[in-house]
């Protein structure tokens, strides 16, 4: 790399970036929310075993792929973040939007194929038919790459961008795929008998410490509770999380010489994020152990054990990157302050955050949870949070709601119950920690997810299809039909979802005021809420 190039990466200020599109920051967060969704639906959610197929190579290889993904989208932010000249080129090409709908459709073909498994095939016969799997797998993620790419930026605009580029490119991609096999190779020397005996001490103190009683042979390094044991060998002493963050601080140092005090960064830095590092496994055993002694071993040794932990290392990693970019102390000369791209007053990002934040955290909540209704508490902090995070732009969007409107939600609210099978019961609490889910849920049942659903149905899915008022009709069928078939597929009871789904898109239509929509919905569910409430039945909402 030139001194020229090395100047340009430290210092973006010297070229003028094109403005944001909001989608430069929603489609990459939708691909990787995909990515990591669909890697912990089939680990977690199938009995698929490599051993078990007559594939076992090629499955490996899509567990690899997986996590190889993740590190390169790691590895291609950073290049992006040091280089000012490749992100401002970026930004150029993604001005581009020329048959975005296209390429929007292709990505949801390869979404749907992907997850077409999951129904096509019983979860018995999974194994046995892993050909079929390996092969919906293989083409939807094609096809949903391809098309979140070219949704991105016409593959003319991509062209351009990677003319020039591909060896920086290459190598970012032989990165992440070597990454995953240098941390598993780079192991031994990292293997003290002293760091796993530290860890085998932190993770007792910490289960001590949150009132349980841990059992095992230090000797051994055998440590459990309740019966449930995991044998802390070397290589769960932490020896992957130290690999990635050793060689995402590289890759940082090396793209950043020229601004670095390279002897604070390595002398300083270097090991501060080795103990983070550290810490954090510990973190993870224990909670492994908990979730093991009182939840699943399935979902302790299957998903926390494993794909969960290249999550946290690498969040931890981006973290230590993110500290080291805005420590002053670092670099030789004081850092510029970065300028905030914040979507918090954005008015698309309004309508679609809060949904984006809805769903990721109910793939924690099955991730996480053997019975992911105990998650829910957790769920509507995290919905109140992304909520108020656009408070502003949302709230301007909020008219007074309609007489009408909550007259509408109460008929759809006592239809739903009429309908209703029932018979599902509620969570295992009791107490105050019974009271305290029925208090979560009744909030966000009530008045959390009707503004998170029906500012992106509505709002925003509903508004994009059917186009400004006293457009065409056709359209306005069709923004009906797609956004109640969307809403319809997170419930439970599609064909009285989609009823509902199109009351609300009525609702909404009849003053083009988001107000009437949240507050029918919100008139639904708190019907649905009392019943439930009155009849011990959860399984109503």
């Known amino acids: 790399m030139s001194d020229e190039t090395a100047k340009t990466m430290a210092d973006p200020a010297q070229i003028e970036a094109p403005p944001l599109p909001l989608r430069a920051v929603l489609i990459p967060a939708l691909l990787l929310a995909e990515l990591v969704g669909v890697a912990l639906l089939f680990q977690l959610g199938t ?3 490599c051993r078990l197929t007559d ?10 792929i997986a996590v190889a993904a993740m590190c390169f989208a790691a590895l291609f932010g950073i290049y992006l973040w040091a280089s000012a000249a490749a992100r401002h080129a ?5 001005q581009r939007t020329e048959r975005s709908a296209f390429w929007r459709a292709v990505h949801l073909s390869g979404a749907a194929l992907m997850l077409a ?7 018995a016969g999974l194994n046995a038919a892993f050909g079929a799997v390996f092969a919906l797998l293989a083409l939807g993620g094609a096809l949903a790459t391809l098309g979140g790419l070219f949704w991105l930026a016409p593959p003319a605009a991509w062209a351009a961008w990677v003319r020039g580029r591909i060896g920086v490119l290459g190598a970012l991609v032989f990165g992440a795929a070597l990454l995953p096999m240098l941390a598993e190779a780079a192991g031994p020397l990292w293997y003290w008998q002293r760091l796993t005996e530290a860890t085998f001490a932190g993770v007792a103190v910490l289960l001590w410490l949150i009132g349980e009683a841990p059992m095992g042979d230090p000797a051994a390094q055998v440590l459990g509770v309740d019966g449930f044991v995991v044998a802390i060998a070397d290589s769960c002493s932490g020896v992957e999380g130290f690999a990635l963050t050793t060689a995402f601080l590289a890759l940082y140092a090396w793209l950043f010489r ?6 604070r960064f390595w002398g300083g830095l270097w090991p501060a994020a080795l103990l983070l590092s550290w810490l954090l496994n510990v973190l993870r055993i224990a909670v492994l152990i908990w979730i093991g002694a009182h939840v699943s071993p399935e979902l302790a040794v299957g998903g926390f054990h494993s794909f969960a932990g290249w999550l946290f290392f690498m969040a931890l990693a981006l973290l230590v990157l993110v500290l080291a970019s ?7 000369a004081p850092q510029a302050a970065a300028a905030a791209t914040s979507l918090s007053r954005d008015s698309v990002a309004a309508l679609i955050l809060p949904f984006i934040a809805f769903m990721v955290s109910g793939v924690v909540a099955q991730t996480f949870w053997q019975d992911p209704a105990l998650a829910y508490p957790a769920q509507a902090a995290i919905m109140a949070g992304a ?3 656009v408070r502003v732009p ?10 009408l409107s909550v007259l509408a939600g109460l008929g759809v609210g006592a239809l739903w119950i009429a309908m209703a099978e029932g018979g599902g019961g509620g969570p295992a609490l009791a107490g105050a920690a019974l009271a305290g889910w029925i208090a979560a849920r009744l909030i966000g049942t009530v008045l959390l997810v009707p503004l998170i659903e029906e500012a992106f149905f509505r709002g925003y899915v509903l508004q994009r299809i059917a186009g400004p008022r006293g457009r065409d009709r056709l359209r306005i069928l069709a923004g009906i039909v797609v956004s109640s078939a969307l809403f319809a597929l997170l419930h439970g009871r599609f064909g009285m979802a989609a009823l509902a789904g199109a009351v609300f898109c009525a609702i909404y239509l009849h003053r083009r005021n988001l107000g009437d929509a949240v507050a029918a919905h919100a008139a639904a569910n708190g019907v649905i809420a009392l019943a439930a409430l009155w009849q011990g039945d959860w399984s109503l909402i």
């Open 47 to 49: 009995p698929i075993e």
């Open 55 to 64: 594939m076992a190579g090629a499955c490996r290889g899509l567990r690899g």
């Open 90 to 94: 970026l930004l150029g090409a993604l």
């Open 117 to 123: 498994p999951l129904v096509a095939i019983p979860v």
């Open 258 to 263: 020229g601004s670095l005090l390279l002897g």
């Open 326 to 332: 805005r420590l002053a102390w670092l670099h030789r």
């Open 387 to 389: 909520l108020w995070y």
């Open 394 to 403: 949302l709230l301007g969007m909020l008219g007074r709601p309609s007489v």
